[in-house]
């Protein structure tokens, strides 16, 4: 069946697709920085939300919907997609049309999706895209024979390079070129059970024929009431009845509509040689060189980390230190002119040096999940992964937890069994983040003074190999016990190798780098104003021993409290005062260092900070931090929870205080066991 509708106006627009067919490239292409990114509200699935304008300049929103292969859902994001096309978030408008990116260099499993969103009779639009792709491969389409079989304009496009942009944006600009499509024809009696179940649904609903056709094939059927999931069934026994099986004779169906369609409109010309994707997989999925590769790129990572992000770090380090003096020029002496330049300028400094390294992680993480290298290394750590009992797509999250915890919890929502998701969800922050960076740069500084930046970067490595070791080791544990379970088969979609897109991953980049700075100006401030305040209170006499009148403070006295507990670790109360102030937030532990010695210059990088470090004696008489004490706080770090924004995530993708509370516990016992056996082993072992 084939209708052409028109539609007056069309300004409201949801990007769909599936995953790896440069969907996001094309929403960047069109929006721009004109994007707002926060959460759908009761679900911790990411929404995009953008701006632009079309052919004439009339303003136009677009909306990025999650990736998903169907509309038969089988995660929490894929849920997003269909509730949103279907209208039935409250908080999300149902659009008044669709853009379908497709894969032209794998059109038939692309146009899948795209039988599904015809049927919802909303106006669509497919944007072909990476037809640069399929030409390289040999694949030929016939863009008028593909528009005229599906009904709805078909825009050749590569969204990378903004080829067929303005084309598509014409399109949208046009209502009378917007028409709701062709759908792929069902068995008669299928179509019965469709129109009766419509009817029972919900009769004067405008989706109620789409969501009988998608309840029909669905198996699992708890989330529905008593009377619907009754009236399911009874469709589904009547069409076994009649010899249909209810589950997979609409898939056939629509696939065999879509192999009708690509017949015509797809012509292969060529050989059959390998492609370049193919050649450089033998190499980069191989089990020996995969392996190289994969090290090869952490390890470039992790270098330029200590050498690229020098320089602005610095940049950064000199304006801190000139807000902080010109500060002191103007603030009388006293308790304000204190707070503003030893704890808000200091504090929030402290923090905020760190970023270019940040940047650095954020901008080679978009580039191996641009050129589609992040597939290739969830295979191969499919190979690890599963002798832990989980599959290679919770490394993807996992991966993401190495620039930061929240997002690759996040990231999990892709993963459909439940107990691989609260495991990988357990394990995440034992994944080295972004956070522990200033932790692990200002112990490395105090631990190897005149080291060089390969030196630096081994050290780093090593730390961030242990959280993932840790990582796995949990993850094994959890999945012989508390969350037992088979272990899954992987199958997962290689996409071919693409040039990233500089301005994508650079686009990225500067989200993550926004939302670090808000949290730097909002919590790191206002945790910064409370540690001077506990630092500072209460006040002995002006004419004190600054050390006297530190010990006597309300951190004082909370670290003195706690200093017997991690005495074994080698840490005095001082240090006790940062693994406290830092359980907000890992990165505190650098500006907390600051306020304790009362320092103008409390980034990881200050000389000042790092020769009063290895300068502090305890009562003894002996250096306090010692080579193991330094080895000893990162192996604390690695493998701590210190960090409530964290905790807080955990909380609402897990839906219960439950297991952040266990992850808290766990992580901060294995912490102190890693730190003792570090500390005390090595004293054994003759070491200081």
Known sequence: MKTSVRVSSARNFAIAGNPNCGKSTLFNALTGLRQKIGNYPGVTVERKLGEFRGLHGEPMTLLDLPGTYSMQVRSPDEAVSRDVLLGKRKDTPRPDAIICVVDASNLERNLYLVAQILELELPVVVALNMVDVAEAAGIRIDVPALEQALGVPVIPMVARTGRGVVDLKAVLSDPARLKVGATAPMDPAFEREIRSLAENLDPNSPVAKIEAA???????????????????????????????????????????????????????????????????????????????????????????????????????????????????????????????????????????????????????????????????????????????????????????????????????????????????????????????????????????????????????????????????????????????????????????????????????MLERAKIFLVRAGTVIFALSILLWALATYPKLPADANPADALANSFAGQMGHAIEPIIRPLGYDWKIGIGLIASFAAREVFVGTMGIVYNLEDVDETSQSLIDTIRSQVGPDGLPVFTPLVCLGLMVFYVLAMQCISTVAIVRRETNSWRWPIFQIAYMTLLAYAGALIVYQGGRLLGFQ
């Open 214 to 508: 998608l309840w029909i094939s669905q198996p699992v059927l708890d989330e529905l009431p008593e009377p619907q999931r009754m009236w399911i069934e009874q469709s589904q026994t009547r069409l076994k009845s009649a010899g249909l099986d209810p589950f997979s004779a609409p898939v056939e169906a629509r696939y065999d509509w879509i192999q009708e369609l690509c017949a015509d409109a797809v012509h292969r010309s060529g050989s059959e040689s390998a492609s370049v994707s193919d050649k450089l997989d033998t190499v980069l999925t191989h089990r020996l060189w995969g392996w190289v590769a994969f090290a090869s790129m952490m390890a470039l990572v992790f270098f330029s980390i200590f050498t690229v992000a020098a320089y602005p770090m610095e940049w950064i380090d000199t304006a801190f230190n000139a807000l902080a003096d010109a500060a002191r020029a103007v603030i009388p002496a006293g308790d304000f002119q204190s707070l503003v330049a030893d704890g808000i300028i200091a504090g929030v400094g402290g923090v905020v040096i760190f970023l270019p390294q940040i940047l650095v992680l954020f901008f080679f993480l978009g580039l191996l999940e641009d050129s589609g290298y992040m597939a290739r290394a969830a295979f191969i750590m499919d190979r690890v992964m599963s002798r832990v009992g989980l599959h290679g797509k919770s490394f993807i999250p996992l991966l993401s937890s190495f620039a930061c915890a929240i997002p690759g919890i996040m990231a999990t929502r892709t993963i459909e069994n439940r107990k691989d998701r609260q495991v990988t969800i357990l394990v995440a922050p034992l994944m080295s983040c972004s956070a522990r960076l200033p932790v692990y740069a200002l112990m490395i500084a105090v631990l190897l003074p005149m080291g060089s930046a390969l030196e630096k970067a081994g050290i780093l490595l090593v730390m961030y190999a242990i959280g993932t070791v840790a990582a796995f080791g949990m993850a094994w544990l959890f999945k012989k016990t508390l969350l037992r379970g088979d272990t899954p088969m992987l199958l997962l979609e290689l996409p071919p190798y693409k040039m990233p897109v500089v301005g994508t991953v650079t686009l990225r």
